[in-house]
């Protein structure tokens, strides 16, 4: 339904999508394809660059075949792109992984698109330091006793 309503011409925003998410989507799989910048992503898409930064920013609705183009060109699904439900950045198409949930969710706190995959580096970092430290932690071992006062004195 989605793609027929966008064939024949009738832009997001009259079809109920919302543009920003959409823009948000395309910033990030942009990131995750690997383009630096919205400039240099406008150019491997042969697509003029004020055209793309609008589609990018949420101030201009896509049309269908730059959707597609878009979808096509950063291995998403055109689904994903413009409802959040199937083929995203990084998915097998089943269900979103969670570092995709990460990206979008640090895209909507306002990460900076260029500072994500390093902003995900290091919450990963901090995550596996937590795990390894709380598998370190005397007081996780499930053979102690749940209350060390009262293991250690004996009862009267």
Do not use: C
């Not at 979808?71 to 990084?90: C, H, I, M, N, Q």
Request: no cysteine.
């Amino acid at each position: 339904m989605i793609v027929n309503a966008l064939r024949i011409g009738i832009s997001a925003k009259r079809i109920g999508m919302d543009r920003d998410a959409i823009a948000r989507r395309l910033k990030e799989a942009r990131t995750s394809a690997d383009f630096k910048s919205a400039r240099e992503a406008a150019d491997s898409l042969g697509v003029a660059y004020p055209t793309y930064a609008a589609h990018e920013n949420g101030s201009r609705g896509i049309e269908v075949e730059a959707a597609i183009h878009y979808a096509r060109r950063f291995r998403v699904s055109l689904d994903w792109l413009l409802t959040e439900k199937g083929k995203g950045p990084g998915d097998n198409g089943s269900a979103s992984t969670p570092e995709s949930r990460l990206r979008s969710a640090l895209l909507e706190f306002g990460v900076d698109a260029a500072d994500l995959g390093r902003a995900v580096l290091v919450i990963r970092g901090f995550v596996d330091d937590f795990v390894e430290q709380s598998e370190q932690d005397p007081r996780r071992d499930q053979s102690a006793p749940a209350n060390r006062r009262h293991a250690a004195a004996p009862s009267r």
